[in-house]
């Protein structure tokens, strides 16, 4: 049957985002065609922001539009949503969320994730969000829209939630197991001690005795116990069940049947009258004990981000336009602010030193022990610690704007992903529950045609002990679990996942490809030396090249321009400025065709480079990087380059070999120099002077020959090849570009990070095995053992109380060794 939206209440405008869209004649397309939608009384499209903004005379139709914009060539991407989901409580929970989720029409895909109890989806702008809330509301759980609010403060209110929840279950935990250790005594004492038994048939007698247990099985089942039936009965009758459903069915059995003996004994059998309301109140007594350290263990598993977010200070000292400060909030601060920073106060934003001279710590963001020195006009990042001077800050950045929130939505992202190996654990879960209460059936009855007489009680007993054992949680919780602590950790460690599932990708990389510039060497080139053709002077040639170099932001470009600062010389306008990425640049200098790169791009202009070959090798021999400059088409000088290799390149290389993986050098510089790098590192194999689609088919390459590649850049040229690789690791201090198209980041830009990353995914991935190990194997084993497999032959069964027990400490044992994840690093 088809399933449509629900009815939308009417709106008068609607805003798409447009993919696609390169010039004005793109914009007056898609304007026409919405304006083509039947109802729509204005259509408007901006350019710069990609957006089309539609007014509908009445009720709008959003799918209408999108259709319409489609169909004239263009795409309308998915947004990206997420929700707070509340009542989940195993695997079977978030399979069932994402079905419903993914059934809505218009959503392209559907993640939940039950240790952080949140649901990511991408959908159509056409869908809203109250959709989906209904649709997850349907499915009988409780969500809400996640909202805006800075990353730090969604943290706190996530713990306060956390923290409530907790200390209820621990309150529910503590009243069942009171009333069920009198209700034990009352039942079992009798057995353990024969004359507590004679005590109580004499003093209350027994008839009295199963009046008062069921009064206490009562309390503790439709007290401390309801939630278990509230949740777990009404998904049971929608064809649903959770695990909620199988502790509802058994203890609804034991204590129905408990119930029938006490009140009707005439419709049993006289030898199958017992009463199991010991059972069924031990067992949800048990359950919330499992339920109250599962969430203990749980709350434990955010630490390392919640530590993140507590960097960010509460009040900041503002400075007002007369000088006058004033504590405020940090929430109140705003771009332009200025904010006085005392020795040893953290800072409160993101921003530049405006006055002062200080050393701050930003170890707790980037994992570099070392303070870094601050003068005017140095970046600031919230978060981080001064050290002993003042400093007054001009705030630029503040809220969910600054690097420490961004830190904390990447890291959420990741943690809402689910990594390949997840996909089993959801093919599982899925029947999982079901095929539980199938098995207990076919075990009742089973026990009923074979077992001996009374067979009642016993086939009752090893049903609801089936039930119970059964462990869908544990199953739920061994991969978000680990991958919680796993990318918190890293994050503590200035190591950030954009994706969970390259979590998953890192650790079955066998060869790490490194760019040159800026990811193995400083980044910050100098001009070490001018070698002039024949009728050029050093000063000329550093003037022009200098000038046509002045707008770049290639690391050559600074170090020309710092040379002619550094000798006094004046730099030209340059009109016609053209970069040419993995050749060089050109442009036009005081009416002089100026251009600079490789001795490649010389070639493509017809000039030999050979007069310059006995210079060129001597400096790429020592690592320096060779720059070529020609002047109206005649080769004029040759710059040589040096750009410092970064002091833990040599030993990042070294742990990666250690760790069993090879190393490769691909680089756009020239080969002599790339050659001597990697002799100097180390490193196994080199690719050279390669265009940016060079790099690509150079990491394809790889990925032929060694298998998985993880590709490590900093630049834009470097962003093909970063997206190409099956792991695209980019350094923090890096382009944006480089940083989107990279599915790790490293804050701080130290390749030792890289080798540190790499032991860390397989670290957790390792837990993550270890955790599913046990959540199968826990199943596996023990549903036999509670149907009463071993019981005709060895005479070993397992009670509904033993269940329930064991069934608790499952989830906890699988949280528990969760926490340890990345711990071996």
């Given at each position: 049957m088809t399933q449509t939206l629900p009815a939308r209440s009417p709106a008068a405008s609607l805003?798409?985002?447009?993919?696609?869209?390169?010039?004005?004649?793109c914009t007056g397309r898609v304007e026409r065609a919405l304006a083509a939608v039947p109802g729509v009384s204005q259509a408007s499209v901006n350019l710069a922001t990609g957006e089309a903004t539609v007014r509908f005379a009445g009720k709008a139709d959003a799918e209408a539009a999108i259709r319409a914009v489609e169909e004239a060539g263009y795409d309308v991407p998915s947004r990206r949503l997420a929700f707070t989901v509340e009542g989940m409580s195993c695997a079977s929970c978030t399979g069932r969320v994402e079905r419903a989720l993914a059934a809505v029409p218009g959503v392209s895909e559907a993640s939940v994730n039950l240790a952080t109890g949140e649901a990511h989806v991408a959908a159509s702008p056409a869908i809203g969000p109250d959709d989906l809330v209904a649709a997850i509301e349907a499915a009988g759980y409780d969500a809400r829209l996640r909202d805006d609010t800075p990353p730090t403060a969604r943290r706190d209110e996530a713990r306060a939630r956390s923290e409530a929840e907790t200390r209820a279950l621990k309150h529910r935990a503590l009243l069942a197991l009171l009333l069920a250790a009198a209700l034990f005594v009352?039942?079992?004492?009798?057995?353990?001690?024969?004359?507590?038994?004679?005590?109580?048939a004499a003093g209350i007698g027994i008839e009295t005795s199963w009046l008062l247990q069921f009064a206490l099985a009562s309390v503790i089942l439709f007290g401390p116990g309801l939630r278990f039936y509230r949740i777990g009965l009404p998904l049971l009758f929608k064809g649903a069940p959770d695990m909620n459903s199988l502790v509802a069915i058994g203890t609804l059995a034991a204590y129905s049947y408990s119930a029938l003996a006490t009140f009707a004994p005439a419709l049993l059998p006289p030898d199958a009258r017992h009463v199991y309301f010991e059972a069924a109140a031990v067992i949800v007594a048990l359950v919330l004990l499992g339920r109250w350290m599962e969430a203990r263990a749980r709350g434990r598993t955010g630490e390392a981000i919640r530590a993140l977010a507590r960097l960010q200070p509460t009040e900041a000292e503002r400075i007002?336009?007369?000088?006058?400060?004033?504590?405020?909030?940090?929430?109140?601060?705003?771009?332009?602010?200025?904010?006085?920073?005392r020795p040893g106060e953290r800072v409160p934003a993101d921003g530049a030193v405006e006055e002062g001279e200080s050393f701050v710590?930003?170890?707790?963001?980037?994992?570099?022990?070392?303070p870094v020195a601050k003068t005017p006009g140095a970046p600031l990042t919230g978060g981080t610690v001064n050290g002993a001077g003042a400093l007054t800050l001009r705030v630029e950045k503040t809220g969910a704007d600054t690097v420490l929130s961004g830190i904390l939505r990447m890291v959420e992202e990741a943690q809402g992903g689910k990594l390949p190996i997840q996909a089993l654990v959801d093919r599982v879960t899925l029947r999982f529950v079901p095929a539980v209460i199938a098995v207990s059936l076919l075990t009742f009855a089973l026990w009923m045609i074979f077992g001996p007489a009374p067979a009642l009680p016993q086939a009752l007993s090893a049903a609801v002990a089936v039930l119970i054992i059964a462990c869908p949680c544990a199953m739920g919780l061994a991969t978000p679990t680990s991958i919680l602590v796993g990318t918190g950790r890293a994050a503590a460690r200035g190591i950030l996942f954009r994706r969970g599932e390259a979590l998953q990708a890192l650790a079955e990389v066998r060869l790490v490809a490194f760019d040159k510039t800026g990811t193995l060497t400083l980044g910050h080139p100098t001009l070490e030396r001018i070698v002039p053709a024949p009728g050029f002077s050093e000063q000329d040639a550093l003037r022009f090249a200098a000038s046509a170099e002045a707008r770049s932001e290639h690391p050559v470009a600074h170090a020309l321009t710092q040379a002619t600062t550094a000798q006094g010389l004046a730099l030209a306008p340059a009109t016609a400025v053209s970069a040419l990425p993995g050749l060089g640049?050109?442009?036009e200098v005081e009416g002089r065709r100026v251009e600079i790169g490789a001795a490649r791009f010389m070639a493509t202009l017809g000039l030999s480079t050979s007069r310059f070959d006995a210079e060129a090798e001597a400096l790429a021999a020592s690592g320096a990087t060779p720059v070529f400059l020609a002047l109206?088409?005649?080769l004029a000088a040759l710059f040589c380059v040096s750009d410092p290799l970064r002091e833990d390149a040599a030993e990042a290389v070294s742990a990666l070999h250690r760790a069993g993986v090879k190393t490769a050098l691909v680089s756009g510089d020239d080969r002599r120099t790339a050659a001597s790098v990697a002799r100097r590192l180390g490193i196994d194999i080199v690719v050279a002077e390669v265009l940016p689609e060079g790099k690509v088919e150079a990491v394809k390459q790889l990925r032929r020959e060694h298998g998985r590649v993880l590709f490590v850049g900093d630049g834009i040229n470097d962003a093909p090849a970063l997206a190409v690789a099956d792991v695209g690791m980019a350094i923090g201090s890096g382009t944006d570009v480089a940083i989107e198209a990279a599915d790790v980041v490293l804050v701080a830009p130290s390749p030792g990070n890289v080798p540190r990353a790499l032991a860390l995914s397989r670290s957790t991935l390792r837990n993550i095995r270890q955790n599913l190990g046990w959540a199968f194997g826990y199943n596996v084993i023990l549903i036999p053992l509670a149907a009463g497999v071993l019981t005709p032959a060895f005479g070993l069964s397992l009670s509904p109380v033993w269940a329930a027990g064991a069934m608790g400490l499952s989830s906890t044992l699988v949280l528990l060794n969760g926490l340890r994840a990345g711990r071996e690093t």
């Open positions: 805003v798409l985002p447009v993919e696609g869209m390169s010039c004005a004649s009352l039942e079992m004492g009798g057995h353990l001690v024969p004359a507590l038994h004679h005590a109580v007002g336009p007369d000088g006058a400060r004033t504590r405020v909030p940090v929430l109140q601060l705003r771009a332009g602010d200025r904010v006085a920073i710590d930003e170890s707790m963001l980037t994992g570099e022990p070392a640049l050109r442009a109206d088409g005649v």
